[in-house]
């Protein structure tokens, strides 16, 4: 007889059940929370909601210290940190993409692979001039567009210069990237 496995918890903040994908986990060790996404550290852990505004109610209402019941580093900078793993995981995403070879940079790259209906979905830059940005909305229509990072991010994570437009073509792979973007995207937006 097999298991099945649990893949819910409940919110500190909202007290709602989640799927786990929509949270954060939290675990602590020697009176140290610390974000444990990956589930790696042993203990018990704590969840919130995917998001700043989340997070930001279960520090100032010192809920990670109410349960585990002892005085924890709980202050705004765990908000940083969060989003710091967020977009690390993500920016090691797109070097495995590249790496793999689903991931199409430069313009007009970009531009074939949307037009020949190979791409799964785009991340353009932040800070993506608008003559670009509004050539690449025109042509993705129905595309889901990301702006997570801004151009010296994503060049540093390739080792390129100028990078603006990316496309990732339709994969597995991509599937798990568009995963990581929109955790990252919920958590910066809500």
């Not at 690390?88 to 531009?111: P, Y």
């Not at 129905?142 to 994503?154: A, C, G, K, P």
Request: cysteine-free.
């Amino acid at each position: 007889m097999t298991r099945e496995l649990d893949t819910t918890r409940k919110s500190i903040v909202s007290g709602e059940v989640k799927e786990i994908e929509h949270l954060l986990r939290f675990t602590e060790a020697e009176g140290l929370l610390i974000p444990d996404f990956q589930k790696k550290f042993a203990g018990k852990g704590v969840y919130v909601e995917n998001s700043i505004s989340t997070l930001k109610k279960a520090i100032e209402k010192k809920l990670f210290s109410k349960f585990y019941k002892k005085n924890l580093n709980e202050n705004m900078e765990l908000i940083t940190q969060v989003e710091k793993i967020m977009k690390k995981k993500g920016l090691d995403s797109i070097n495995i993409s590249r790496k793999a070879g689903i991931l199409i940079t430069g313009f007009e790259k970009v531009r074939e692979v949307i037009i020949h209906d190979k791409a799964a979905f785009l991340l353009e830059a932040k800070d993506a001039g608008d003559d670009g940005h509004n050539k690449i909305i025109s042509l993705a229509k129905e595309i889901e567009i990301f702006s997570l990072y801004t151009i010296e991010e994503l060049d540093r994570a390739l080792d390129k210069t100028n990078t603006v437009h990316i496309a990732f073509k339709k994969s597995p792979m991509a599937k798990t990237v568009h995963k990581d973007f929109m955790k990252l995207k919920n958590f910066l937006e809500n």
